[in-house]
């Protein structure tokens, strides 16, 4: 008994030790100065597997308008060219809210090239704008288009400000300025652009800045000014050519005459239910939206086929998909954004959502817009409580661009359309190209489809400046069903869940018979017991959420803290030598409990709950061993 209470006392100490460790956030190194750069050799995992790269860390002023503005750091990846180099390619990933670094498709392009990461400062960096609030808000919201999150928004700005961030230095400007800091630090004269999604306005502020510091700027899927705020009617257009594609698919067009009206029909007034499981209407449009963005099967399951194949579903009778859509939006969308730093960067467009709103808003459109509301809050959202920089004022207006500059777009991107490149920014380049890929999405399918043409015509351009996209040839939209489409999704977690749930139940009713037949518990049965008895407890808890809960985060300390305790805690008592002690159960429940919050907050993620769970034991454990009351006999 004392080397198992010297076992769960070490877990318990290391996770306490886990949770007060300081997180692994990046220095600025001793003595940098603004603008420097250290470097050293590395290795950067690619598509291709890893390759040769250096690697280091750029010191750059948090506020460059203040002289005794204190310095911030990022991380920078260079991936070296195998052949003779000539101009590096700097790469702007989309967004806003999400890194920088990770580029598996770097190893297409460096025959002739450097390729060159920076880290977008408020999310790679030594100052990381994490919104908790707003996670929270969402997450524990009635569905991910709430009120609530403005509230939350200003809570974030208010306490960020209070540590001493300066949020009106997280602009687009202020991005620019550090990817020309790393370009003079690395002594590149000129630099080529790779942008994507909302980094092709990083691209576009880079042209009007600094025209004399590039060489090309290639942009795939192109975010002109005021676009950041999802246009209804083009959405709807969108809508309409996957309707003619459907038209014309045999698959497609035998479970609907005509895919918008059904579309429309579902998404304005989705199925409250599944059987007892609630379906948040707001989930579905939103995560609806999202599907729409890709039609390839990289992307699945969010894919365009599969969400349309949710809602065909649904509209014959079976929501299984619709309801999976809603339960996994609440798990992977509030969580996958840095929200600090996407207010800061987004609130460049911050008047285009204004003036949507101002005009009214959706104006009845078939997934009613849901996505815009989900990223900027309503009409009294977030863009009326974040602080914006005075860098935006004079870059939310195209100007004139002489850059040598190749526009790529998908056919059928929701989230970037081709046609607000095409009407809105092209014009604008003197000298621009636009390439639009039949029946291609959004910057993903770019990149799956056919990767021996998205190098062909990325390098080509860079090295002659011709534009080739003969290799792309046409991808038909595939509407089947994947085989684990959104309806098997759905069928498959709640059989799992409900399936953990009875074996956790009936492994609890066994050991309680166990006990009542007076038969003393064996040591492995205290081993073994603890991981099903809280799996089960968990997939209780789940149902629950998934029932009754609706506005409940599945994974928050309110539900996995008492499943865990209850479920742990009682198992424990149970096995325990002496269980008949009256006082046993509070002191397994109260410490499976303190336990299960420890192992909850000592890591994040599903990490988290793993740790929770052994927390969880070994508390429980050791509240048991040291009670002189329950000590064994």
């Known amino acids: 008994m004392k080397k198992s209470m010297a076992v769960s006392g070490l877990i318990l100490l290391g996770l306490g030790v886990l949770l007060v460790w300081p997180a692994d956030t990046l220095d600025v190194p001793d003595g940098a100065a603004a603008g420097s750069l250290n470097m050293q050799a590395c290795e950067y995992e690619t598509e291709a597997g890893p390759v040769p790269a250096d690697c280091g860390t750029l010191a750059v002023p948090e506020t460059r308008a203040d002289p005794g503005s204190e310095l911030i750091a990022l991380p920078v990846v260079r991936v070296r060219a195998t052949g003779t180099p000539r101009e590096p390619i700097f790469r702007l990933g989309g967004g806003p809210g999400n890194s920088n670094m990770t580029f598996p498709q770097a190893s297409r392009l460096t025959d002739g090239h450097d390729v060159v990461l920076v880290g977008y400062r408020g999310v790679d960096g030594s100052r990381r704008l994490d919104c908790g609030e707003v996670t929270g808000a969402l997450q524990n919201s009635g569905d991910l288009v709430a009120a609530e999150t403005t509230r939350a928004f200003r809570a974030c700005a208010q306490r960020l400000t209070k540590d001493g961030v300066d949020l009106t230095a997280y602009s687009v400007v202020q991005r620019v300025e550090d990817m020309e800091a790393a370009r003079t630090a690395l002594g590149y004269p000129r630099i080529n652009l790779l942008s994507s999604s909302a980094g092709t306005r990083t691209a576009m502020v880079y042209s009007w800045r600094h025209p004399a510091s590039l060489a090309r700027s290639a942009m795939v899927s192109v975010n002109p000014p005021g676009r950041m705020v999802w246009d209804p009617e083009i959405t709807d257009r969108q809508i309409g050519r996957y309707a003619e594609l459907c038209a014309t698919d045999s698959t497609c067009s035998a479970r609907t005459t005509d895919l918008a009206a059904s579309l429309r029909e579902t998404a ?166 636009q390439v639009i890929l039949p029946e291609l999405g959004h910057t993903g399918d770019f990149w799956e489809h056919r990767p021996e043409a998205s190098k062909h015509l990325l390098t080509t351009f860079y090295d002659t400046g011709a534009v080739d996209d003969s290799r792309f040839g046409v991808r038909p939209v595939d509407f089947t069903p994947a085989a684990m489409s959104l309806p098997a999704i759905g069928k498959i977690l709640i059989s799992v869940t409900v399936g953990g749930a009875l074996a956790g139940l009936a492994l609890l009713t066994l050991i309680t018979a166990r006990v009542r037949r007076n038969k003393r518990p064996g040591i492995w049965l205290r081993l073994l017991t603890p991981l099903p008895l809280g799996i089960g407890g968990l997939c209780v808890a789940a149902l629950l959420v998934w029932t009754v809960l609706p506005e409940t985060y599945v994974g928050s300390a309110v539900v996995i803290g008492p499943a865990l305790a209850l479920s742990i805690g009682l198992g424990a008592w149970l096995t325990w030598p002496r269980p008949t002690r009256r006082l046993g159960p509070f002191l397994a429940v109260g410490g499976a409990l303190a336990g299960a919050l420890l192992g909850l907050f000592a890591l994040t993620g599903p990490a988290g709950i793993v740790t929770a769970l052994i927390g969880a034991a070994a508390a429980a454990h050791l509240a048991l061993h040291t009670s002189p009351q329950m000590a064994p006999a």
């Open 268 to 433: 304005t007034a989705p199925p409250a239910r599944w059987g007892p499981l609630t379906i948040k209407p707001g989930n579905v449009r939103v995560t609806g939206m999202y599907g729409m963005h890709h039609n390839g099967p990289g992307a699945a399951p969010q894919t365009a086929p599969n969400a349309i194949d949710a809602f065909l579903s649904a509209a014959d009778g079976d929501p299984s998909g619709l309801w999976a859509m809603s339960a996994l939006g609440d798990v992977l969308l509030p969580g996958g954004i840095v929200w600090g730093e996407f207010a800061s960067f987004a609130m460049i467009d911050a008047p285009a959502a204004q003036a949507y709103y101002a005009a009214g808003g959706d104006p009845g459109s078939i997934l009613g817009n849901a996505g815009a509301e989900f990223l900027w809050g309503g009409p009294d959202g977030y863009s009326t409580v974040w602080p914006d920089s005075p860098d935006n004022a004079e870059y939310r207006t195209l100007r004139p661009s002489d850059t040598e500059t190749l526009l790529v777009s998908g056919s059928v991107d929701f989230s970037t359309p081709a046609e607000t490149a095409t009407r809105e920014l092209l014009p604008t380049l003197t000298r621009g190209r």
